[in-house]
Every structure is written in structure tokens, then in C-alpha cells.
């Protein structure tokens, strides 16, 4: 409150970053997310004292749970799910906050007793009417949740206290629903109050690549069309859909995640330098190379999608995804997305940014890799550099955490021949156990009210403008291609790369 | 895996460093700094296990120094190096030599070190026990950006916070300073939430414990207002109470884990400030290896100038808790309560023998895990 608080020393580099008095409301918290990161994250972030005292959680869900039924469910989530080791005197400040409402999302007198909670955990726990509502629900219930938190008065900030509304993705499924999205969420709750997690943003490594890029000589004067060749980004998932046909027959692999994810790690690799690092300076960077995506204009030689069919994945049978369960067997929902997009603007006129992401792959890996081209002359021979390969830096995202740098390298011997090494820097190597989950760091970011780590209204909606086109033209032309489960995609991904004298990188 | 090198040199160990990453299949590693423990025999074991688990979060390359006495004056003259090189799952994450010095070389450590140092990255000394009086002006403590002490070690951890004072130099730092950032994090946070202006305030722990004395001194260098240190029985520090124009806010903890807020027109709020272990303390001191001016100008207030020990039941009691709870006492029981064994002074600590630290001396190094 008080800004001049005289024991608040920016020398002082000890001290946290604490969140004021607040409490988070989570909504579908008997939901998977909930209680494999969310409970976790507000666990670890009291373990390492970054939230305030007083914090309060509350649960909302159907299911007729007391309080106490409540934290035992969080209490087996921390003990199974957290990062840091169960203390019991961390478990004590938490429960003191736990509250649980039970109903659903159309009960008016569910809502009314969120309220009361509330105002009773103001009492109680000195939360100053500040309270973040992570709305952990499916999409359609987006709007009924909102219109309850309005028509309850649980949006109103009065007093200098806050409401924020913490959104997950899909943010809607195209550019006319995103809109629709926004219009509902921000006539109840201010833009600025609005948090979209994209949970790969609170990832270390995410981060990284700003101060690899901007904190370095080293790697920004090549970071451009002089230098660069192209670039490929890529979300590998081994597993299928699981149980969540319902929600994702009819979204697909390119909705579900480069509209989000992918654009957004595009972005930060391609962008220029922000003026600062607060989030107008960062959103405004981003906003401009997501303007500046121009889509090839032939569509069906550069994009590629596809399903899993019937394979071995790591040495289980997998069944396609035309077999699964609750799947119309006619479905030409794609499990398995590759476009190729360009940057217009004199930084990255002429590169390729190929972006691909699958589900039923080799491995599960997230990788953003910028492939140099080769050296314009090279003094020797051909049988020399045979084995050379491009330079590549290679952003490895999830798992295991680092950067890898390949380059040419002699090998030892008499004979003159070179041969690509690869140099590592490994998160667990040189910061082990440290990094903390991206959660935590965006649901600290949320309580705090910083949101530098949060897409915005505007991305969102630029990023559909890229995708729609390219769902348009599916829409309307052939189907999905078929890939056997456990490869890297269908043959015609292969192909598209082929065309323009490129190949996949196996990540 | 381990290598025991017998009358050695710097050289013969870097050799061994090299052999033991080779055997293990990794020659590359991504080791952030060099952390140099000075010690002795006594305390070589937990200082090293503190700094192994330390290195989980910062990989290092630990060079454990330690100056054995000889008991003959003829072995005296005669000097010998040992040392054992740990790679791999011995070391924690980085790799470990454990350097024996006997006789003359001894005197002269900071030539096996700094052979042994790596290329371009940071090095830390840290003294687990018997820090010298000026650590900048020590031949070890010169290799070091970062050097730390530890004052709670000392015999007369008070006197050696003067001491501290008087020889500061930017990079020096002390565990004692490090224990107390909960509470210091804890009490800015009740700042934050509170408009008022802090009028006076008052610092209770257990005597012996300059931790106390730091954290009064940080919060009068701060807050530019009297602070009084009073003595209790502890564990550790037990209260602080800021008095301000809008009442007094106060932050206790009896039992060296669960501690009480207290804000003026709030509800009492409990909020978990567990003694940490020396590893952690470690751990957050190679986090950030600039100098820490904070420290220097809370070390620089003085332990002189703080208000007396004072007696604290003379105080007027605040609503906010009761007289049985406090286990701050007034002076004159001090000299009695040190005469307890450890624990049987406080209520609240029944059943945690290692959190009554009476002295220094019956003070281990490295605090063990949660005893639930």
C-alpha cells in the first residue's frame, strides 16, 4: 500500500517478491490441472515464503466436499504433485485459508456463498477483498462463470483492493469466438485484470531466450537473414488424446497449440528488442512481428496435417485416432499440424519459420531451433566436410532444459575431416533444481499483478488471424494425412520441407 | 567416484580432476563457481555435507581446505599435501577435492587453491568455523569475490560482529545475516500491507545470537527509530514488535517454526518461518554473488548503538497475545536460562533438542533435517 516503505530497498536483493494480501478462487478444481500444477504451484510458492501471510484458497465445484474434505484433497495433490519437499508448518499457514464452495456454475446461491467466503476470509485471513478467480473450466462454460461473477458483485473492486480473472486456453477455437471471448470477459473485468496463461511463457527456459538474446553480444548480430536459414519450432507429444476426445474432436493439434504456443515462442525468437522489460514494451514487440506474419500463398504445398493410425509408440501398441473412443470414425480433425509461415519485415524477409506440433510422435519434446546457413566458402575439400551439417541453436524447451549449440568440429586423427559436435548448456547442470514450475511463476505473477508473462488481447487475436486462413483452406480441401504412431509425422511433412531443399531436424 | 592422492601437488590433483570426469563419461560440465571451505577436522564433515546439498543448486567445484596440526615439532617442519578428488554421485553435483595440509604449506594454501580454481568463474570462500578478523586481507579470502563467515561459530559472536564491521569489505557476507532474510522478508511484507509510521521497535531472541543483533541493527538502519534488543530463551529469534502510529505490529515465534502476525485492525495471520538448514543458507549465499550493500550498512549501525537489554515484562502487554505465551524474559533470568540444557527453557521448543541453541559452542554446523 504504502509505497515508500522505508525496510523496501531495491539494493536489497535478498529479499522476495511477496504478493500483497490476496486469495486465489479456483473454478473445476476437482479438475486434472488443478491438482496436478495449480495446488502444487500454491504449495511451492509457500514453501519458498513468496506469498503473503493470510493467503486463502478456495475451491468451487460440484462435488459435495466440506472444507475439510477440500484440504485433504489438496493436501494428497501437494504431497504427490509438489516440487519442493512437504513441510508440515508451510501445510499449517495453507489450511488456514482453505475454504471449499460447493455448486454449480448456474447456482445463484453458490455464487452468493462465494461471496460470503470471501468476505468471511477478509476477516479471518486479512485478504483485503483482493481475490484472483482462475477460471479452470471448459470453454463453455466460460461465459456463464463470468456473467455469475458480475451479476454476484464478486468483479466489483472497491477500495483499492483487486479482481482478476485468470483465463486457460483455448481462447476460443477462431478469430470471431476469440473476439466474442474478449468482449464477455472484459466488459466484466478490465483488460489489465485479465490473465490468458500460456504456461510455456512461465517456463525458465521460455524466458531464457530473451536474455540469451538481449543480454548477449554474441548471438544478436546473427540473429537475422544474413545469417539465419530458417527456423523450426516444434511441440512433440508421445501420448494420444486420452480421455479428452470430447474436447478435442474438432479443435486439433493446430488450434490447440500453435495458435497458441507456437506463435508465442515464434514471436519471442523473432521479435525485435523491447524498449524495456515491462509488459506495454514486450506486448508491443510482440504484437508487431505477430502483424508482420504473412502466410505463403500456396496453402495446400506448405501446410500439412495429419492423424495418428494404429503403431507402436516406445514399445506400447497405440491404437489411431480414428479408433479412439468417443472419436466419429469420419473425423477429420488433425492430430498433427506443420505450417510454414514468413516474418515480413527487414529483419526476417526470406526465412522460413516452420512450426509443427503432434501428438503420438517419437518423444515428447519442445524444441526451438534457429539452423544457420552453411559457410559461404569453405577451404576444404568436399570429402572434409562431408559429415558438416548447418549450425544450429537450438532452444530445448521441455525436457530437460537448455541450449545446445552444434557446430563443426575436427575429428581427432590424421586426416582432415570435420563433423558436427554438439556444445550444451543444460539447465540441470548449471542450476539444478531451481527452476520453478511455470505455474508457480505466473500464478505469483497473477497475485502480483505483473503481466509480462501473459499474451494479450491483441496477440490472441492476430494469432487467429494467422491460423484462420489456414483452417479455412482444410476446411475445404482433402483430409487429414495418416501417420503411423511412435514416427515423426506423416511422409507429406517430410516432403514439404524436401521442396525447399530442407529437412526436419530429429529433436 | 574417489581418488586419494598422497604427498601431492596442484597439478597431480588437476590431472586426477580430469581422469575422474573421463571414467565417469562426462568431461564436460556446466559448474557455475568454485565454493572454498576453510575448515577443520571437527567441522570438514558437515561443512562438506552443507555444501554438497547446496551444490543441487548450484553445481560447483568445492575445494575443502583443511589445516591439520601436527603434534611433533619435527613434523611441524616437514610439509605434506593429501588430498581426495570425489567426481561423480561422491560429490553431488560438481566435483569435491579435500586438501590436507600438514606443516609449512599450511601456511601457504592459497598456492594449492588457486591452481585448482576454474576458469573464469566465481569463487566463494566460505569459513565454516574460525574465520580470520579481516577476511578480505586473508591469502584464501583474497582468491574469493564473495567471502563468508559465519558469526554464530564464534565464541563471542557479538564481539565478532564488530569485528565483521571493522573489516568489511564489499563481496563479505556472514550466515548470520543469511538466517534472518524470512523474518526481514516477512516483516517488509507487513510494511506493505500497513500505512503508518513505526515509531519504536523491539528485538527478542535468545542471547548469543547475532542474528538478533543483525536484524535490530538492519531494522534501526532502516526505520531510523530506537531499537531495543531484548533477551529470551529462544530458540533462535522469538519476536519482533514494531511499535507504530497505528499500533503495534508484531511477529513472534515461540517454537523455531510457526510464527504469529499481528497487524493493527487485521486478524492474526500464521505464517511459516522454520530455522533452515546450513545448506540452504548456502545455497540462497551463492545465489546472488554481488556485494551486498544492505548487509554492509545494517553491520556499519553498530552493535553499540542499539538500546540495552532491556527488560521486556516491563513493557506494557499488547492485546494481541498473552503474557504465558511470550517466552521473552526479562534480564535478570538470563543467566539462569543459559545454565539450562537446551530446550528446557521454552515451552513451545518441548521435544526439539536441536533448536535450544544455548551456546555457540554446543552448536552444530549443519542442522539436521526435521526431526518429524
Redesign the interface.
Known amino acids: ?2 509505497s515508500s ?5 531495491p ?6 517478491r ?1 504478493a ?2 490476496s486469495g486465489l478462487v479456483i473454478f473445476g478444481v476437482t479438475g486434472d490441472l488443478s491438482r496436478k500444477k495449480l495446488m502444487p504451484a500454491v504449495y511451492d510458492l ?2 519458498r ?1 513468496l506469498l ?3 493467503f486463502s484458497l478456495v475451491g468451487f465445484a460440484r462435488r459435495e466436499w466440506e472444507n475439510e474434505d477440500f484440504a485433504q484433497e489438496v493436501h494428497d495433490a501437494v504431497k504427490e504433485h509438489a516440487r519442493t519437499p512437504f ?4 501445510w ?2 495453507l489450511v ?1 485459508g482453505m475454504r471449499f464452495v460447493q455448486g454449480t456454475f448456474d447456482d445463484d446461491d453458490a455464487f452468493e456463498r462465494l461471496r460470503d467466503t470471501i468476505g468471511e476470509l477478509d ?4 485478504t ?1 477483498g483482493n481475490f484472483a478467480f482462475y477460471l479452470s473450466v471448459p470453454p463453455s462454460a466460460f461465459p456463464v462463470v463470468i456473467q455469475q461473477l458480475k451479476k454476484h458483485g464478486l468483479a466489483d473492486q472497491t477500495g483499492g483492493s483487486w479482481r482478476r480473472a485468470v483465463i486457460e486456453k483455448p481462447f476460443g477455437h477462431d478469430l470471431k469466438s476469440a473476439e466474442d471471448l474478449n468482449t464477455t470477459v472484459e466488459e466484466v473485468f478490465a483488460p489489465d485484470q485479465v490473465f490468458r496463461i500460456d504456461h510455456y511463457l512461465g517456463k525458465e527456459t521460455v524466458q531464457n531466450i530473451l536474455a540469451l538474446r538481449f543480454a548477449n553480444q554474441m548471438f544478436e548480430p546473427i540473429w537475422n537473414r544474413s545469417y539465419v536459414d530458417h527456423v523450426q519450432i516444434t511441440m512433440a507429444e508421445d501420448i494420444g488424446i486420452g480421455g479428452r476426445a470430447g474436447y478435442y474432436d474438432g479443435i486439433g493439434a493446430a488450434r490447440d497449440v500453435i495458435q497458441n504456443h507456437l506463435l508465442q515462442l515464434m514471436a519471442l525468437t523473432a521479435m525485435e528488442e523491447p524498449a524495456s522489460f515491462d509488459a506495454d514494451a514486450l506486448a508491443a514487440e510482440k504484437t508487431k512481428v505477430l502483424g508482420a506474419v504473412r502466410l505463403p500463398a500456396d496453402l495446400g504445398a506448405n501446410t500439412v496435417r495429419g492423424q495418428y493410425a494404429e503403431g507402436w509408440q516406445g514399445g506400447e501398441k497405440a491404437v489411431g485416432y480414428l479408433q479412439e473412443d468417443g472419436i466419429d470414425p469420419k473425423s477429420k480433425t488433425d492430430t498433427y499440424a506443420a505450417i510454414k509461415v514468413e516474418v515480413d519485415n527487414r529483419r526476417w524477409a526470406g526465412v522460413p519459420f516452420y512450426l509443427r506440433t503432434g501428438k503420438r510422435l517419437g518423444r515428447r519434446v519442445t524444441e526451438i531451433a534457429v539452423v544457420f546457413q552453411r559457410a559461404p566458402h569453405s577451404p576444404f575439400d568436399h570429402t572434409a566436410t562431408e559429415e558438416l551439417g548447418q549450425n544450429a541453436i537450438v532452444f530445448r524447451v521441455q525436457p530437460d532444459e537448455g541450449i545446445t549449440v552444434r557446430f563443426g568440429s575436427k575429428v581427432p586423427g590424421t586426416s582432415m575431416e570435420i563433423r558436427d559436435v554438439s ?4 539447465y540441470g ?6 527452476s520453478p514450475e511455470a505455474y508457480e511463476r505466473l500464478i505469483l505473477d497473477v497475485l502480483l499483478g505483473d503481466s509480462n508473462l501473459f499474451p494479450r488481447t491483441e496477440e490472441v487475436e492476430l494469432s487467429w488471424k494467422i491460423l484462420d486462413p489456414i483452417e479455412e483452406y482444410w476446411d475445404k480441401h482433402g483430409k487429414p494425412a495418416q501417420y503411423q504412431s511412435g514416427t515423426w509425422g506423416p511422409v507429406e511433412a517430410d516432403e514439404m520441407l524436401e521442396r525447399d531443399g530442407r529437412s526436419w531436424r530429429r529433436p | 567416484m574417489k581418488i586419494d592422492l598422497t604427498d601431492t601437488t596442484a597439478s597431480k590433483i588437476n590431472k586426477a580432476l580430469v581422469k575422474g570426469r573421463r571414467a565417469i563419461g562426462t568431461p564436460a560440465v556446466g559448474m557455475v563457481l568454485t565454493l572454498v571451505i576453510v575448515t577443520d577436522e571437527e567441522n570438514a564433515y558437515d561443512a562438506l555435507k552443507a555444501a554438497d546439498d547446496a551444490s543441487m543448486e548450484h553445481p560447483s567445484r568445492t575445494l575443502v581446505v583443511i589445516k591439520r596440526v601436527s603434534r611433533s615439532p619435527r613434523d611441524r617442519t616437514k610439509s605434506r599435501l593429501d588430498a581426495e578428488v570425489r567426481v561423480g554421485a561422491d560429490a553431488g553435483t560438481g566435483e569435491t577435492v579435500i586438501l590436507r595440509l600438514y606443516g609449512e604449506v599450511s601456511d601457504h594454501a592459497q598456492s594449492v587453491v588457486l591452481p585448482l580454481l576454474l576458469p573464469d568463474a566465481p569463487v566463494v570462500v566460505w569459513w565454516s568455523a574460525d574465520a580470520p578478523r579481516d577476511p578480505a586481507d586473508d591469502p584464501l579470502g583474497a582468491l574469493g569475490q564473495r567471502r563468508v563467515t559465519d558469526s554464530y561459530a564464534a565464541e563471542k559472536p557479538v564481539e565478532e560482529l564488530k569485528a565483521r564491521a571493522e573489516s568489511y569489505e564489499p563481496g563479505d557476507t556472514d550466515l548470520a545475516w543469511a538466517r534472518i532474510t524470512p523474518w526481514r522478508s516477512m516483516l517488509a511484507a507487513a510494511l506493505d500491507q500497513v500505512d503508518c509510521e513505526v515509531v519504536s521497535v523491539e528485538v527478542a531472541g535468545e542471547e548469543a545470537n547475532p542474528s538478533v543483533e543483525l536484524l535490530a541493527m538492519w531494522l534501526a538502519d532502516r526505520l531510523h527509530v530506537h531499537v531495543r534488543r531484548a533477551v529470551s530463551a529462544g530458540p533462535g529469534l522469538t519476536q519482533v514488535r514494531l511499535e507504530t502510529t497505528g499500533g503495534p505490529i508484531t511477529l513472534h515465534r515461540s517454537d523455531g517454526a510457526m510464527a504469529t502476525l499481528a497487524l493493527p485492525g487485521q486478524p492474526d495471520r500464521a505464517v511459516a518461518l522454520k530455522r533452515r538448514e546450513t545448506s540452504e543458507l548456502l545455497a540462497e549465499e551463492l545465489r546472488r554473488l554481488d556485494p551486498d550493500d544492505t548487509y554492509a550498512s545494517a553491520l556499519r549501525f553498530g552493535v553499540d548503538r542499539l538500546g540495552g537489554i532491556q527488560s521486556a515484562s516491563q513493557r506494557p502487554e499488547a492485546a494481541t497475545w498473552t503474557p504465558g505465551e511470550l517466552p521473552v524474559r526479562p534480564v535478570h533470568d538470563s543467566s539462569e536460562q543459559a545454565a539450562k540444557p537446551a530446550g528446557a527453557s521454552a515451552s513451545a521448543s518441548a521435544g526439539e533438542g536441536d533448536s535450544g541453541r544455548p551456546t555457540p559452542a554446543q552448536m552444530p554446523p549443519v542442522k539436521k533435517a526435521d526431526p518429524q
Request: hydrophobic letters at 25%.
Open positions: 500500500m504504502s516503505n522505508p525496510l523496501r530497498d539494493a536489497d536483493r535478498r529479499l522476495p511477496i500483497g494480501p509457500a514453501n515464503g503473503p501471510p493470510g513441510r508440515e508448518e508451510v499449517q499457514q488456514q476477516k479471518a485471513q486479512g483485503g556444445m550444451d548448456f543444460a547442470e548449471s542450476f539444478t533444481e531451481s
